[in-house]
């Protein structure tokens, strides 16, 4: 009788560094983290070659360890791998792996790696393990479609340039040496407190590059995009106001050379079948249109992270598909963070009927935009909402001077300054992150973490990116000088009603992490 060896189950799927640290404070998990550089022979999967300090130097064919020694020892490594194969190697970025074992099975998450962040679970329990982590499962051809479009392009080498390591790997094994482990704790909700906006420096710099304001409400005629920008728009069921904004994208204040860097990534997250978008008939654009679906409905959260991890921008903007962009938007938003590091900019909208409802482009945005960040009348009919009055006594809020006009940018000098502890009468920085139309470079979106799972329909996770960006120290930064016109529409949770309660209870998630304890470790290091 032959007895064979049943293969392990594993269970993959994306996660984001903010869910692994929620994850292990609410599990109470024990985990261990290291640093690793991996080698793969591209025309030879069976060979590979693992680098880390804690760990060392691994050397496995076919996924069998032949030769293993201490990271002092990587250059012995690495001429032994190159007299096996000497060419055709892909290396990968650092990449940071935390493990521990739950319930039986072992899980790893990774961070930074070719492609993107993502875990994974082996064992018996890992479906089970996943929904009680609240983490999304990849079926097995997305994660093998993923895996082959982010290591198409991917160069090929030779291990050893003259008899020595070459130029990459020695770089990549020095900051492996290098990396600091040393953690500090803070919670999230006294950084939120404690912490200053003002971004006058950063003003003054793009002046100095610019010659234009940071903060100018006039929009810019041209703009030249001389390096890639990504574009994400999640979708669902939402076909005819996506046709809009493309055809708006399309039509950009931009030279024509420069849409030669625009890449659009429309993520379509489980729309019914009559709706998905193979169903629309695209016209030929001037920039890079990459269509990818979810088989089923995984979230907002879940269908921004897809489209960051399938962009290939430096800038990165997520736009919503209800909301039709000014003709300057992609202009204003790419010179931006052209010229500023350590920003989440965000952009203003106006609300619309129909589309009839647009203004002439000439109008400058800011003049007529109805966004709640330049206005927002609260009447004692909203104050009388149990509701309400429960989330004031949670966050120390009193009702009574809450009544009245509010006039969030004017009064915040554009959101420098936040008096009262922190708050203006119903908002906090965090509070005035919508993720409707927000850009920033890539390595600000790696340092945030992405965006958590841990919310379910509509509401808050875009607060929580804000939170998670506030507590890195990154500028919470408005465009004044163009926004996106927003089609209202009725709430796709079904009602409005249920809306309302996911709402509700992605509030009360919201103030549950933000109670934790959050590692307060800037994280750029795990994508240098």
Not at 185 to 190: C, D, F, G
Not at 333 to 351: A, P, Q, T
Not at 424 to 435: K, P, Q, T
Request: glycine share 6%.
């Amino acid at each position: 009788m032959t007895v064979l060896n049943k293969k392990p189950i594993r269970i993959k799927g994306p996660t984001t560094l903010v869910d692994s640290k929620r994850i292990i404070a609410e599990f109470n998990i024990e985990a261990t983290t290291f640093c690793e550089v991996e080698l793969y022979n591209k025309h030879n999967n069976e060979y590979k070659l693992n680098l880390s300090v804690e760990n060392g130097v691994c050397l496995y064919f076919s996924k069998e360890l032949v030769f293993k020694a201490s990271i002092d020892e990587a250059e012995t490594a690495i001429r032994l791998a190159s007299t096996l194969i000497k060419d055709s190697w892909s290396i990968t970025p650092i990449t940071t792996t935390i493990n521990f074992t739950h319930k039986g099975c072992n899980v790893k998450l990774y961070f930074g790696s070719g492609v993107g962040d993502w875990y994974e679970i082996e064992g018996p329990s890992g479906v089970a393990i996943a929904k009680e982590f609240n983490l999304p499962i990849w079926s097995k051809a997305e994660f093998n479609n993923l895996a082959r479009y982010s290591w198409k392009d991917v160069e090929v080498q030779s291990l050893l340039i003259d008899s020595e390591p070459n130029t990459l790997i020695k770089s990549l094994l020095n900051k492996i040496k290098s990396i600091d482990y040393n953690v500090s704790l803070k919670q999230l909700k006294s950084r939120l407190v404690n912490y200053t906006n003002d971004f006058s420096g950063t003003e003054a710099m793009y002046l100095s590059k610019t010659r234009q304001q940071l903060l100018s409400t006039e929009y810019l005629k041209a703009v030249d995009v001389t390096s890639k920008i990504s574009i994400i728009i999640p979708y669902f069921n939402t076909d005819q106001s996506m046709i809009r904004v493309l055809d708006s994208l399309n039509s950009q204040w931009i030279s024509a050379k420069s849409y030669e860097n625009v890449q659009v990534i429309v993520i379509d997250d489980g729309s019914d079948e009559a709706m998905n978008v193979s169903t629309i008939n695209f016209p030929d654009y001037k920039f890079e249109l990459k269509l990818v679906r979810h088989d089923t409905n995984k979230g907002r959260s879940a269908a921004r992270n897809t489209g960051f991890y399938y962009s290939s921008g430096g800038v990165i903007i997520f736009l919503d598909s209800d909301c039709i962009p000014h003709p300057s938007f992609v202009g204003e938003h790419w010179i931006r963070n052209n010229n500023c590091e350590n920003s989440l900019f965000i952009g203003l909208k106006h609300d619309v009927l129909a589309l009839s409802d647009i203004p002439d482009d000439k109008t400058l945005f800011y003049e007529y935009s109805n966004d709640y960040r330049k206005f927002k009348s609260i009447g004692p009919d909203w104050l009388a909402d149990k509701r309400i009055a429960d989330w004031a006594h949670s966050n120390q809020r009193s009702l009574q001077p809450q009544n009245g006009d509010f006039k969030i940018l004017e009064t915040t000098n554009n959101l420098k300054y936040f008096s009262d502890h922190g708050w203006y009468g119903w908002w906090d920085l965090a509070s005035v992150v919508v993720s409707h139309s927000i850009s920033m470079r890539k390595e600000t979106f790696m340092a945030i973490g992405g965006f958590s799972y841990s919310f379910n329909g509509w509401g808050y996770e875009d607060a929580f990116f804000g939170a998670c960006a506030i507590a890195l120290g990154v500028n919470i930064i408005p465009v004044l000088s163009s926004g996106v016109y927003h089609l209202e529409h009725e709430a796709r949770s079904g009602n409005k009603a249920k809306k309302r309660n996911e709402k509700m209870q992605n509030e009360l998630i919201y103030a549950k992490l933000l109670d934790r304890r959050v590692s307060d470790l800037n994280p750029t290091y795990i994508y240098s």
